[in-house]
């Protein structure tokens, strides 16, 4: 199985940062694309931001200019810094990863328990 835990997440002030991260472990042979998605209380989950295994980033609108995607293969980790947060990213961001755990295997989804972020006006 695998296994995706993210920290970071926290209380902050609007305009402040924050830096989330995620790492997979388990049975894994590649990763293939990581990265972010968010949950506002009452809306679908959306995505923030994902990124390959080459460095291959994707923003939502919302994201542009102010997080930042990054990710280290070696660590089977990724990154979420946050910047210029506003009260309307509240949410709980939830890390996905599209894996492969042989590689005779398909990529499968996988999914963190999730991490609240608060900004408070």
């Known amino acids: 199985q695998v296994q995706l835990v993210e920290s970071g997440g926290g209380l902050v002030q609007a305009g402040g940062s924050l830096r989330l991260s995620c790492q997979a472990s388990?049975?894994?042979?590649?990763?293939?694309?990581m990265g972010w998605y968010r949950q506002a209380p009452g809306k679908q989950r959306e995505l923030v931001a994902t990124?390959?295994?080459?460095?291959?980033?994707l923003y939502a609108d919302s994201a542009k200019g102010r997080f930042t995607i990054s990710r280290d293969n070696a660590k089977n980790t990724v990154y979420l810094q946050m910047n210029s947060l506003k009260p309307e990213d509240t949410a709980v961001y939830y890390c996905?990863?599209?894996?492969?755990?042989?590689?005779?295997?398909?990529?499968?989804?996988?999914w963190g328990q999730g991490t609240q972020v608060t900004v408070s006006s």
């Open positions: 388990g049975s894994i042979f590649s990763i293939n694309r």
């Open positions: 996905h990863g599209i894996v492969r755990t042989t590689y005779r295997s398909y990529d499968s989804t996988y």
């Open positions: 990124i390959t295994s080459g460095g291959t980033a």
